[in-house]
């Protein structure tokens, strides 16, 4: 089957800055804290009024201008999203409409911040098929309006942003995404989830009230799923290719916490100055921040044709994968 390839990239930040001094003012926290315990320095916050869906056209129409792709050439928009404009119709759905995308059949995909690299598989399966030529892979969220601000341990961590992908077959049979490894532990759902605001628990006054609704986080037992999780998926997409982390050019991973990428970087035995690093600036953007760090690494010039990427994320689920890309 024909590889599907990334031909173009593009991101988004909102402009809205929220600096660690900023936080010292909200909740019980300091910038020596926050940055000994996460790396993250600061973070990006959407404008009222502003949506998921424009984060993520904005950058896929740096993706598409990247591309040379006009909107209407696109044939299937897959956005990694959990924070969609409002719970039906799809984020992929206003994306589409307000990007002109009017052949492309579009959709969501939910795996949190893993939700960029679930998108990419989604996408790649299509192209490898040969039923689509051009897709657009997405992964925003906007987690600033579901982190619970009184609560320390989450609010420090995420900011909002939007990053995305052009997929089209290659036409290097040794160029492009060589393979994708997905995985699931729904038994660890608990440790990383917004309990209210579904069918289970439906918003009441009693979940406003207690903030139910708001993002919950056992820090601990995520860090140690984390860190096995993605070194282990990254070991065996590379070793499905023939290949070991010594071969690795870059890495590009999802941008949680310095210390997870730190221990994974370390279990993998890849020297860390090859993962492009960025959370210092946006913190965790969860779906946006795989697809933000490749296309600031390229713009950068970091990744160089020929070159090995392996990409890796994990999200609330827990879902994970890592991915393999021939550049």
């Given amino acids: 089957m024909t590889l599907a390839q990334i031909i173009g990239t593009g991101s988004y930040a909102p402009s809205q800055v929220i600096t660690n001094k900023d936080l010292e003012k909200v909740v019980d926290t300091s910038d020596e804290w926050i940055t000994e315990r996460t790396g993250i320095k600061e973070r990006r916050q959407a404008a009222p009024g502003e949506a998921t869906s424009d984060m993520a056209v904005a950058a896929a129409r740096e993706?598409?201008?990247?591309?040379?792709?006009?909107?209407?050439?696109?044939?299937?928009?897959?956005?990694?999203?959990?924070?969609?404009?409002?719970?039906?119709?799809?984020?992929?759905?206003?994306?589409?409409?307000?990007?002109?995308?009017?052949?492309?059949?579009?959709?969501?995909v939910a795996a949190a911040c893993a939700g960029a690299l679930y998108a990419m598989s989604v996408a790649e399966q299509f192209i490898r098929t040969g039923r689509v030529?051009?897709?657009?892979?997405?992964?925003?969220?906007?987690?600033?309006?579901?982190?619970?601000?009184?609560?320390?341990?989450?609010?420090?961590?995420?900011?909002?942003?939007?990053?995305a992908m052009v997929l089209a077959p290659s036409e290097d049979p040794q160029r492009g995404i060589l393979s994708?490894?997905?995985?699931?532990?729904?038994?660890?759902?608990?440790?990383?989830?917004?309990?209210?605001?579904?069918?289970?628990?439906?918003?009441?006054?009693?979940?406003?009230?207690?903030q139910r609704h708001k993002l919950t986080m056992n820090g601990r037992e995520v860090f140690k799923c984390a860190v096995r999780a993605l070194s282990d998926t990254t070991q065996e997409a590379l070793a499905s290719c023939g290949l070991v982390p010594a071969q690795v050019d870059h890495v590009i991973a999802h941008q949680a916490n310095m210390?997870?990428?730190?221990?994974?970087?370390?279990?993998?035995?890849?020297?860390?100055?090859?993962?492009?690093?960025?959370?210092?600036?946006?913190?965790?953007?969860?779906?946006?921040?795989?697809p933000m760090s490749l296309d600031e690494a390229c713009r950068a010039g970091r990744i160089k044709r020929g070159d090995l990427v392996a990409m890796l994320a994990i999200g609330a689920g827990m879902t994970w994968g890592s991915a393999v890309v021939r550049w």
């Fill in 63 to 108: 993706a598409l201008a990247l591309s040379g792709t006009r909107p209407e050439e696109v044939d299937l928009i897959v956005v990694g999203t959990i924070t969609a404009d409002m719970p039906m119709p799809s984020c992929a759905a206003f994306v589409q409409a307000k990007l002109g995308a009017k052949n492309a059949f579009a959709f969501d």
């Fill in 133 to 163: 030529k051009r897709a657009l892979v997405i992964g925003a969220d906007l987690f600033t309006r579901i982190v619970n601000w009184k609560d320390r341990n989450t609010c420090v961590l995420f900011g909002d942003g939007a990053g």
């Fill in 180 to 210: 994708t490894h997905l995985r699931t532990d729904g038994a660890l759902a608990e440790i990383l989830a917004v309990p209210a605001g579904g069918s289970k628990e439906p918003v009441t006054e009693e979940t406003l009230r207690t």
């Fill in 259 to 290: 210390r997870i990428l730190e221990a994974v970087m370390q279990r993998l035995e890849v020297p860390v100055e090859k993962c492009w690093i960025n959370l210092d600036k946006y913190g965790n953007t969860s779906a946006a921040s795989l």
